[in-house]
């Protein structure tokens, strides 16, 4: 008779110092932490560190993910983001563009050693060392010639001051003298694969100043397909569609996805969000973390940093999501999709009446968030899910959407917010107005 192995227990807080490149079902998935725990992640770069380390087969560094009890295929998991902590002192960053013959349909996803590929040796995602600083110093262990996969367009190299509240990019020779200290710089993990992109030494851009406003890229829960974690996403995920690579996907597949590469400088401290499980236990993972991001994420690229992110985690059962959704701080939310004060209740029901109109009842800010190959794709894709989550026509959705909520572009190509005002009694139905509600409390006036 086989000896069944028994069920490892839920912890109430689980540290994570891990790390992988692909995200789905193969992946170990670390715990399981008990409904209502805690995770706290100590994230690694996110983008650029792992664009110049070809071994890995993704744009992006992220944590192993953590089972959450309870959680199954159909319910969604609510991810109250507690802390986010810069850890880096410094970073580099840039806009790029692909160094052709050193990869396969996608620079972010197949990188080869063109130098072996052409001497019959093994070629793709190639063991690499650092040999100095600069672009150059990237080599290939087995023939030891040049091999990053992408070029810097224009870069720059910024620190931050001790209270990690401002930034400011420095000269060549101060960038020169941190990139022979880079792992130290960016602070990263001792389990990390990539390289320090502050290894490059880049300085093209001098002396700019710039806020600090840390926010996690990557936040949320596995899918239900093995994705390069930074394609698990709408935008980015297209680029899979029919690749020529291992990891190519169809339109039906890349369904699968979660969509927690977001980019949107609201996953911060003090937010909730609230992501599908498609795999039993969610498999709860983080990483990419900036120093700050705008709106739009124009430059493709921004301040990728070492943090530690703590959050606690919570089951929504009967919550089937495709994608996720946002809660951020109520400073962050559009003017039109702010909660109404006892005041403008007040007058709106006066006005309603003397037009014999009945005001609808209590309404309250959700985000629900989209993406797509582009903007109005990332659009429809964000809108067409408010409408299935809240039991309203698209058109509905279309109309409150502009007239009491907006559009925000978290990143180019494709990932938006689609901000409205939702009635109260919808939410309720839904599982989460108690969410929303310890997010902007309840509604007065009404």
């Not at 706290?40 to 953590?66: D, K, N, Q, Y």
């Not at 790029?96 to 080869?112: C, M, N, Y």
Request: aromatic content about 6%.
């Amino acid at each position: 008779m086989a000896v069944r192995e028994a069920a490892v227990p839920a912890v109430d807080h689980l540290v994570v110092d891990r790390y992988t490149d692909l995200v789905g079902p193969s992946n170990e998935m670390l715990g399981p932490v008990r409904n209502g725990g805690r995770i706290e992640f100590l994230t690694v770069p996110g983008c650029w560190g792992p664009m110049i380390t070809p071994a890995l087969r993704s744009g992006h560094e992220v944590t192993l993910p953590v089972a959450v009890e309870g959680a199954k295929v159909g319910d969604a998991v609510a991810i109250h983001v507690e802390r986010l902590e810069q850890l880096s002192r410094a970073t580099t960053s840039g806009t790029h563009t692909g160094w052709e013959g050193r990869f396969i349909s996608d620079p972010f996803v197949a990188r080869i050693c063109p130098t072996c590929r052409d001497a019959g040796r093994h070629f793709l995602y190639p063991d690499t060392y650092l040999d100095g600083i600069g672009e150059g110093a990237v080599r290939c262990a087995t023939c030891h010639s040049e091999v990053i996969p992408f070029h810097m367009v224009e870069g720059y190299t910024m620190v931050f001051d001790e209270a990690k509240e401002i930034g400011v990019t420095v000269a060549p020779a101060r960038a020169e003298e941190l990139a022979r200290n880079a792992r130290e710089w960016v602070v990263l993990q001792e389990h990390a694969r990539q390289h320090p992109i502050v290894a490059l030494g880049k300085a093209d851009l001098v002396g700019v100043m710039t806020r600090v406003r840390v926010s996690a890229g990557n936040l949320g829960s596995i899918p239900a397909i093995d994705l390069p974690s930074s394609h698990n996403c709408g935008d980015f995920g297209a680029f899979l569609v029919g690749a020529q690579h291992e990891f190519a996907v169809t339109e039906e597949e890349l369904e699968l996805r979660t969509d927690v590469h977001m980019d949107i400088d609201s996953v911060r401290e003090g937010s909730i969000l609230i992501v599908p499980v498609k795999v039993d236990g969610a498999g709860i993972y983080a990483g990419d973390v900036h120093a700050m991001i705008g709106d739009g994420e124009v430059a493709v690229h921004t301040t990728d940093i070492s943090a530690r992110v703590v959050v606690r985690v919570e089951v929504i059962k009967g919550l089937s999501l495709d994608g996720p959704i946002l809660l951020p701080p109520v400073e962050d939310l559009p003017f039109l999709a702010r909660p109404f004060t006892r005041s403008e209740v007040e007058r709106a029901k006066a006005l309603a009446a003397a037009h014999a109109t009945k005001l609808e009842g209590p309404v309250l800010p959700i985000q629900v968030l989209g993406s797509g190959p582009y903007i109005n794709a990332a659009v429809d894709n964000g809108v067409e899910r408010a409408a299935k989550l809240l039991g309203m026509t698209v058109d509905e959705v279309k109309n409150r959407t502009t007239i009491s909520g907006a559009v925000e572009i978290g990143r180019l190509p494709g990932f938006v917010q689609i901000n409205l005002l939702a009635p109260r009694e919808r939410l309720e139905r839904l599982g989460i107005l108690h969410l929303v509600e310890a997010a902007y409390g309840e509604p007065v006036g009404w």
